[in-house]
């Protein structure tokens, strides 16, 4: 997916918000955000959102003391686990648990720092449960698990993560798969990084995590390494925004995200606040 002249604003809303999160003066907010407009005036507009994102980002983090994001990453994270109980329960009670861990899956992808500023998780959890998906592609999805023997699996952010564990926890009901997990090479806004996958339990239920850019270090999502990735696996998984903006171009792959602005609406011929499961 090629980035949008609205998606501009963005990045630099973005980039703010980091840098009242670092704490930094307002001098340097200034000089920070006057850094991120040049950058940005000197790059191919359509590239994908998230290489773009990756360019504003990449002059956040000379100013940033530290990772900016990194105490509200922790909160999510905590916030998530101390719902997971609840969650299993309420997978291990329904009619379809895996279904069920689906759309709980989806929920979690509300923990979006990046789309959004404030949101209601445990609002959000209830509203999809009892939501339609705008594409529902459930059935496949389960068919294709049935002769899969591995799985690649694109995490968005951290506290969704426990989410993703529930979803592949219930995933592994079915049969051992070999699950690979994507995570961040670093921080970026609430990304997920293996740290908060290896702090949320994540390394005992898949297999191997693989890293994608956080604009310095990894890969790009949409490079042939990538490509080669998706190849290797029988299912692949993409949670979110970011990583449907950054994979649309390849095929065979599960989406699972809350559409959460108007531009990825428009990509994925949905609304804001949609839930979808869509095949591509």
Known sequence: MKANLECIPCFLRQALRAAKLSNIDDGTKETMLREVMHALLNENWRKTPPELAHVAHRVVRKYARGDPYARIKKESNDIALSLYPKLKKIVDNSEDPLYTAVKLAIAGNIIDFGALESFDLEDTINRVLTQKLRYNDYPLFVSKLKT???????????????????????????????????????????????????????????????????????????????????????????????????????????????????????????????????YR
């Open 148 to 278: 899969a023997s591995s799985i690649l699996y694109f995490a968005d952010n951290a506290g969704e993560i426990v989410f993703d564990r529930l979803l592949i926890e219930t995933i592994r009901c079915i049969k051992n798969y070999r699950i690979t997990f994507v995570v961040k090479a670093g921080p970026i806004i609430n990304d997920a990084t293996i740290e908060d996958a290896k702090y949320v339990g994540l390394e005992n239920v898949v297999d191997e995590f693989r890293f994608i850019t956080n604009g310095e270090v990894g890969v790009e999502r949409n490079s042939p390494e990538v490509k080669k990735w998706i190849e290797e696996h029988d299912v692949v998984i993409s949670k979110g925004q970011g990583n449907y903006e950054g994979l649309s171009e390849f095929r065979g792959i599960f989406y699972m995200l809350m559409v959460k602005c108007p531009v990825v609406a428009r990509d994925v011929q949905a609304v804001v606040g949609d839930v979808v499961l869509l």
